[in-house]
């Protein structure tokens, strides 16, 4: 019932940035993030469109995974078209009838607002998630936000957190999934009925799911102290995350394009 | 001789904590053992007994109220010592997927090394090695999530072994496994006792488990009940005290000398063979009284095919993946009304999804399943207006059923089915105490939290709640699993007595001695096909079909067998009977035949 979720799907290949160190990819992100949102001109928005081409050249992901990605969004993006079309006033009017008007300010601002989105959602997923396992993401982010420890923030513990709740994702949705039969077999509609019903047959699996996460999370905690654990100090890593002058070249290269991106950009405005 | 030395320790859960006005009762009290150095040791007692409070208590989880444990010279209330001796004793507890840490395998086994600050290429090396000890090394990138229950116990061993421990402490640790994964588990963690000394102790609830040990300790409500060889504790010990029992072979053995007159000691158990040949010497004794009012052999069943049908599956193809592979495949099966049906198969060969099938929560690839549950009137799986009928004829209890409980009272849960069926409230509350009765609940226990209860009672609360519903057929998935043998005998007298009220029922299980002696017919299904449908004597008294059809006999069948060979080896003239599944009961019709064979020889 629950099996088509994919939260944050990795895709298994082996390409040049899925060997990428993930901190390097997570700055990567942060840096396409930023330029995502300054592009405005034509020029550089089809320039960014080409290098985000190269990054999905690099990362060897087949093109129905990454249409299967974007599809999602696909809706929003066009509602959020029609609604910058229909609610942007200023500039020449191209078009008037009854109470629409649509001007070519309105038009280039939709589409460059559409485009984001598509474009946001495209790097979210080939720089970190369809390339990166999810304990490497943690990894990284441990490793980034090391400096914070220094003003006492626990961040071995929010990424120890972050790794044990992304590995028990598949286990929880297997539990839900057993307990929403056992209760379809008492009875139980989950998928008919008005709204406010449905919700509150969801609760007949919420309780029973809590619990039994409670408990898990009770025995786990044994089992963790039954194997030594005792926090972030002291400890070793059988896969420590290591620079290589790969890593830098990659890192480098996408750095640079996003500066000439932003250059260029600037230029041309 | 070092030891792991348990001195009158006295523990209390919560005992810590602020409650102070209702003191809880202790978990251990006055408790005293020792354990060598490298021996292998099983601890058998009830559900509550203490077990596994033990077993934290020596890996310092827990720390005791009064009294000392001492872990080969280490004292563990020494705080100084207290990472050396976590470190040297590692568990690995029931459930698989709660002792998984890391996402990916090896990382899961790196991960009690890494909190012990091992560097690389140390720390590679005890991963891998560790991984190879337990044969999941091709593993080892592979999502821990993904893999089977067997292979989720082994990696919990590999990840107790990487951080190279002294004791290993196994807490039903193969409670979840199907008999094949439970042989490898065991082998698996034997054979590093054996290579390593590594000090073994498992807690457990299956006898034949404590078969294969040097030494049982039995607990009994905190306390120590009796230690010693399994010889010695199977001999001389009242198990049943301790809501527990003897393995089927020994109590099939005992019974045969009971009627015979004679007793057995402490030296006929020390081996199988040992005891048939004990066997044979008793009734083979010219002196053996020929009791006159032998107890006649219970009746065997009516054939059930002149039943009524009451279900009938056809052609059922069932996938998961849109028809590329399939969970079961060209499946066709008759269901007689007021049988009990054993399903048996081992771990992911498509059971589970058989049963879903069977009240329409799954639907069929292709094929169809017809429920009569009146003469006259068929439901069809793929008509969309049967389904909700359906549903109310096959009542489905999955495993572990106490999981799904929700409501606030035991008396709501019950009710849940019943307001979706949309009965008046007279009719639902008498429908519930009529279900919880049962169940065997006591009326005061409708009014309690669900959550309050005992694991037993919960589980029974979650079976009334299908039962309200007046299901024509049940279907019960593993229903004893977890419980100690008490418990499960009772769980299994429950089920018989719901067949008597007339009730048909359908056991999904892996311990084949429990499927042969409850079940009338025994359906074996391997990779999603049906093997053969028969009668556990048709089925178990061939020795070469079920070895073509890859099950294992029950124990009772495979000890018996090999008693009849030998006793034919001295009385060539005997005639046995068909073969039965209760230990007593195939005590008696050995014992008859014996009798009857010597008879006819004075005639």
């Known amino acids: ?269 | 001789m070092e030891t792991i030395s348990v001195q009158d320790v006295t523990f209390t859960y919560g005992s810590e904590g602020a409650d102070v006005s209702a003191p809880a009762e202790p978990a251990l009290e006055n408790l005293s053992l020792e354990i060598e150095r490298g021996s292998y040791t099983a601890i058998l007692g009830a559900n509550g007994s203490g077990k596994s409070t033990l077993a934290k208590l020596i890996d310092i989880i827990e720390v005791p109220d009064s009294g000392r444990i001492v872990v080969f010279g280490k004292d563990t209330a020494d705080d100084s010592l207290f990472w050396q001796i976590r470190e040297k004793s590692a568990c690995v507890f029931q459930n698989p997927d709660n002792q998984i840490v890391g996402t990916i395998v090896e990382e899961d086994v790196a991960f009690g090394p890494e909190n012990l600050g091992i560097k690389l290429p140390e720390l590679r090396e005890r991963v891998d090695q560790a991984m190879k000890d337990v044969g999941i090394y091709e593993l080892r990138l592979r999502e821990a999530s993904g893999l089977s229950g067997g292979q989720k116990q082994k990696l919990a061993i590999a990840g107790a072994l990487a951080m190279r421990p002294e004791v290993l402490i196994l807490d039903e640790a193969t409670a979840m496994l199907d008999p094949r994964s439970r042989d490898e588990f065991l082998a698996v963690a034997e054979d590093m006792r054996r290579k390593k000394g590594l000090t073994l102790i498992t807690i457990t609830h299956d006898m034949s488990e404590a078969m294969r040990c040097g030494r049982i300790i039995i607990l009994s409500k905190g306390k120590k009940a009796a230690e010693g060889t399994p010889p010695k504790i199977f001999a001389d010990v009242e198990l049943e005290k301790y809501g527990l029992r003897r393995p089927v072979a020994i109590r099939f053995a005992y019974e045969l000398a009971r009627l015979a007159g004679r007793t057995l000691t402490e030296e006929d158990l020390t081996g199988e063979a040992r005891l048939r040949e004990r066997l044979v010497k008793i009734l083979s004794d010219p002196s053996l009284k020929e009791d006159p009012d032998l107890p006649e052999t219970g009746p065997d069943n009516g054939t059930i095919s002149e039943r009524r049908k009451i279900m009938s599956v056809k052609d059922l193809f069932s996938s998961y993946d849109g028809g590329r592979t399939f969970a079961i495949k060209n499946v066709n099966l008759d269901v007689y009304e007021g049988e009990i049906l054993g399903i048996v198969g081992e771990s992911g060969c498509g059971k589970t999804t058989l049963i879903s099938h069977l009240n329409s929560i799954l639907k069929p690839s292709s094929g169809e399943i017809e429920i009569y549950p009146e003469d006259g009137v068929t439901l069809r799986c793929t008509q969309k207006k049967d389904v909700q009928r359906i549903r109310q004829t096959v009542g489905l209890v999955f495993q572990y059923p106490e999981y799904q409980l929700f409501e606030e009272t035991v008396y709501k849960d019950i009710c849940y089915g019943l307001r979706k069926m949309k009965l008046s409230a007279d009719e639902q509350k008498g429908r519930a105490v009529k279900a919880a009765k049962a169940v065997g609940l006591e009326k005061d226990v409708l009014r309690r939290n669900p959550f309050e209860l005992s694991g037993g009672q919960k589980r029974r609360a979650a079976i009334a709640g299908v039962l309200a519903m007046r299901p024509k057929i049940l279907v019960l998935d593993e229903p004893a699993s977890g419980l100690d043998p008490a418990g499960r005998e009772e769980m299994f007298a429950l089920i018989n007595s719901l067949r008597e009220a007339g009730t048909t029922i359908i056991i999904v299980s892996h311990n084949m001695d429990e499927a042969a002696a409850y079940c009338d017919r025994i359906c074996c299904i391997r990779d999603g096909e049906i093997k053969v449908t028969e009668t556990p004597e048709a089925l178990f008294g061939d020795k070469e079909k079920t070895a073509v059809i890859g099950i294992d006999q029950p124990k009772i069948t495979k000890f018996s067998d090999l008693l009849k060979a030998d006793i034919r080896k001295t009385m060539p003239q005997v005639e046995f009977e068909s073969p039965k599944f209760d230990p007593e009961e195939e005590a008696r019709r050995v014992y008859r035949a014996v009798l009857k064979a010597r008879l006819k020889d004075v005639k």
């Open chain 1, 1 to 269: 019932m629950l099996s088509d979720i994919s939260l944050g799907r990795y895709y298994k290949a082996d390409s040049i940035l899925h060997r990428t160190d993930p901190r390097i990819k997570t700055l990567l992100y942060v840096v396409y993030l930023v330029v995502i949102f300054i592009v405005k001109t034509p020029a550089a928005i089809g320039a960014l469109a080409g290098v985000i081409l190269i990054q999905i050249f690099m990362a060897k992901v087949r093109p129905s995974v990454i249409w299967q990605t974007v599809r999602p969004v696909i809706p929003l993006s066009l509602f959020i078209l029609i609604l910058n079309l229909l609610t942007i006033k200023q500039g020449n009017v191209l078009l008037q009838w009854k109470f629409i008007t649509v001007t070519d300010y309105g038009v280039s601002r939709a589409v460059l607002m559409a485009v984001r989105l598509v474009f946001l959602i495209l790097s979210t997923s080939i720089m970190l998630t369809l390339t990166t396992t999810p304990l490497k993401i943690s990894d990284a982010l441990e490793s980034l936000f090391a400096p914070l420890r220094i003003i006492k923030v626990p961040v071995h513990e929010m990424a120890m957190m972050m790794s044990i709740a992304l590995r028990f994702i598949p286990t929880l949705i297997e539990e839900t999934d057993k307990i929403m039969k056992a209760q379809v077999s008492r009875g139980a509609d989950y998928d008919t009925g008005s709204f406010l019903n449905r919700v509150k047959g969801y609760i007949t699996v919420l309780i029973p799911l809590f619990v039994s996460s409670f408990r898990r999370a009770e025995e786990l905690a044994v089992a963790m102290d039954a194997r030594c654990y005792r926090g972030g100090d002291g400890r070793t890593k059988l896969n420590p995350l290591k620079l290589t002058g790969n890593d830098l070249l990659v890192g480098w290269f996408l750095f640079a394009c996003a500066t000439g991106l932003v250059v260029m950009d600037l230029t041309l405005r």
